[in-house]
T-cell receptor, first 113, second 113 residues
Framework: GESVGLHLPTLSVQEGDNSIINCAYSNSASDYFIWYKQESGKGPQFIID?????DKRQGQRVTVLLNKTVKHLSLQIAATQPGDSAVYFCAENEGTNAGKSTFGDGTTLTVKP | KAGVTQTPRYLIKTRGQQVTLSCSPISGHRSVSWYQQTPGQGLQFLFEYFSETQRNKGNFPGRFSGRQFSNSRSEMNVSTLELGDSALYLC????????????FGQGTRLTVV
């Protein structure tokens, strides 16, 4: 079946560095992509999203890049802080609402002070 | 405004029993989705309800069912519990407008013994 995969299960960075988390997806019909952050004991929290008609979107300290040609998605976090330590999931949706998302396996980001 | 509320937060059940979990979405959200999260399988889509109708369904056995009420509150039921049903069950609600993300509750931690 279709799946959304992440390249690395763990990522460790120094505080202040930039982080890049990658995700590969295989459903060419996916229209809408979301990055979520999940902290221990909490549900996933929305970070940023992007629709398939865009290739880049910026938020506060975060940027999502979408390469539809190779079905690749990345999340860039600028000036990573200890509070950014969490598990990050990419999710893809066929259609433009988020009612049925297929999630990747997650990347655990650890920020060292 | 209030977020997505899931009750109970924790639950311990015995094999063979059944369980009902509840989710109250954000006010105004009509789409409610359920996910199962386990260390081995990650976040897996169970089903989505919209206006009291199941709109999407994942690949789970018939022991997993749900429903949505006229006020958009949703319940999911698992019958004949198995040890492998131990997981964090997450509910997400969304406004169901194109390009809008889902908001997750904190989940119900179900342990089957």
């Amino acid at each position: 079946g279709e799946s959304v995969g992440l390249h690395l299960p763990t990522l460790s960075v120094q505080e202040g560095d930039n982080s890049i988390i990658n995700c590969a997806y295989s459903n060419s019909a996916s229209d809408y992509f979301i990055w979520y952050k999940q902290e221990s004991g909490k549900g996933p929290q929305f970070i940023i999203d992007i629709r398939s008609n865009m290739d880049k979107r910026q938020g506060q300290r975060v940027t999502v890049l979408l390469n539809k040609t190779v079905k690749h998605l990345s999340l860039q976090i600028a000036a990573t802080q200890p509070g950014d330590s969490a598990v990050y999931f990419c999710a893809e949706n066929e259609g433009t609402n988020a009612g049925k998302s297929t999630f990747g396996d997650g990347t655990t980001l650890t920020v060292k002070p | 405004k209030a977020g997505v509320t899931q009750t109970p937060r924790y639950l311990i059940k015995t094999r063979g029993q059944q369980v009902t979990l509840s989710c109250s979405p954000i006010s105004g959200h009509r789409s409610v989705s359920w996910y199962q999260q386990t260390p081995g399988q990650g976040l897996q889509f169970l089903f989505e309800y919209f206006s009291e109708t199941q709109r999407n369904k994942g690949n789970f056995p018939g022991r997993f069912s749900g429903r949505q009420f006229s006020n958009s509150r949703s319940e999911m039921n698992v019958s004949t519990l198995e040890l492998g049903d131990s997981a964090l069950y997450l509910c997400a609600s969304s406004f169901d407008r194109a390009g809008t993300e889902a908001f997750f509750g904190q989940g119900t931690r179900l342990t089957v013994v």
